[in-house]
């Protein structure tokens, strides 16, 4: 047993590194709807309702396609489903750069929606990979690994585009104003060449990733083999997640946190102008927001579970966020936004919390629970949206703490309580097949 233990040790922290690459890949390609949102403002001549259809869209793919996703993932398995995802992905990002060039902004929305699917079917896969490829109560810890690259990645990506795309914004944007008609159009043309390439380098370098993946020692792992509970074996095992009420609890929790965290990420930006600060500056926010949420990662690796359980420690982030959201109601200016971006920090062990709670025991089910708490990741399409139409008629502020506080109050439910119903039947049912197991 120590044999196989130890050269299983090896093996899982491979598994990790490239898991771990994944992460990286999608937190890049997700943290660039927060510029791009500025970005097509200006290319397309947008008000902020419409540019907000970058993350409707974006989000909405993972409504659409988890589930079939999670179908997919059965006939190909985990490791041939996120290579498929990388696939997609790259005739997305390829598509994307294409009508941004042509001038055709729901040609480049499709190209978002297509990268979103890739994206849903690699989320479908990874995030129950990493949970269950060790024990479930060290899941939120794996988890946060993976949102230490995902994140990396996403205080870089903005950076990088903001300073490649959005450089001279306010520079350029007086040139727009001051531009005849036809120079107007060859301003704009020049600017969306900006985003092309990037984007066309970007496919290319998704699709080398998905044969990478395919060759990859990276080993199936049977969901139903590895996360299952006494009560879910034998003829007595459940049939549906009908009887599992805490993943759909766990669902509604993907989806308002998932709201919250793009609030906090790709619209601190538009919250940022809307307080009078300048587009150059704003182009940059989302970094701020994900530098918070790499340092609350990097807490959260430290102290789960060592110190304190995953539960716990979503209540207090859940806390953390309706103060930092009521903070940032009272404030001004540089404050204001700076307690919009802390919110990163509140919002970093969510995810990695959440999830593995949400599909606890699931068996052979599990991809079908990742998939409906996959689609949870709608919210990031429907509260974002919600701020952008009622920012039009209300005070902003006012809007977002209406958004926001009830949001974190639900995950605290989810931690306190909502994760554990059904669980008593669950404890139940396993101490009587232990129990018919022992005699």
Known sequence: M??????ARPRHLGSIAIIGALFFVFGFVTWLNGPLITFVKYRFELNDFNAFLVLTVFYLSYLFLALPASSILKR????????LGLFVMAIGAFA??????????????????????????LQTAANPYISILGPIEGAAQRIAVMGICNKIAGALAPFAFATLVLAGIN?????????????RQTLLDEFAAKVHVPYVAMAAVLAVLAGLLLRSPLPEIRAEDV??????????RKKSLAH??????????????????????????????????????????????LIAMLVGYL?????????????????????LGIAFTVGAFFTKGYVSVGFVAALGFAN????????????????RLTERGSALLVMGIAGGAVIPQLFAALKQHFDFQLVFLLLMVPCYLYILYFAKAGHKVGLAHRATASATATAAVSN
């Not at 001038?103 to 297509?114: I, K, M, V």
């Not at 805490?246 to 965290?261: K, M, N, P, Q, S």
């Not at 807490?299 to 806390?319: E, H």
């Not at 970093?348 to 068996?363: K, Q, R, S, T, V």
């Open 348 to 363: 970093a062990m969510m995810w990695p919390a959440i999830f593995p709670l949400a599909i606890e025991g699931l068996g």
């Open 227 to 236: 996360n299952a509970t006494p009560a879910d074996s034998g003829s007595g």
């Open 171 to 183: 520079k350029f944007d007086a040139q727009l104003a001051a531009a005849t008609p036809a120079g």
């Open 244 to 289: 599992y009420p805490h993943v759909w609890l766990g669902a509604l929790c993907i989806f308002v946190y998932v709201g919250a965290e793009v609030m906090a990420g790709d619209a601190i930006g538009t919250y940022g102008a809307a307080l009078g600060l300048p587009p150059s500056e704003t182009s940059f926010f989302t970094t701020f927001t």
């Open 2 to 7: 120590s044999v196989s233990n130890a050269s």
């Open 76 to 83: 190909t398995g985990m490791k041939k489903g996120m290579s």
């Open 299 to 319: 807490v959260g690796l430290v102290v789960i579970p060592r110190f304190v359980s995953q539960q716990k420690y979503l209540a207090v982030s859940a806390v």
């Open 96 to 121: 994307f750069g294409e009508f941004v060039l042509r001038g055709s902004y729901p040609g480049a929305l499709a190209g978002l929606f297509t990268i979103g699917a890739g994206l849903a079917i």
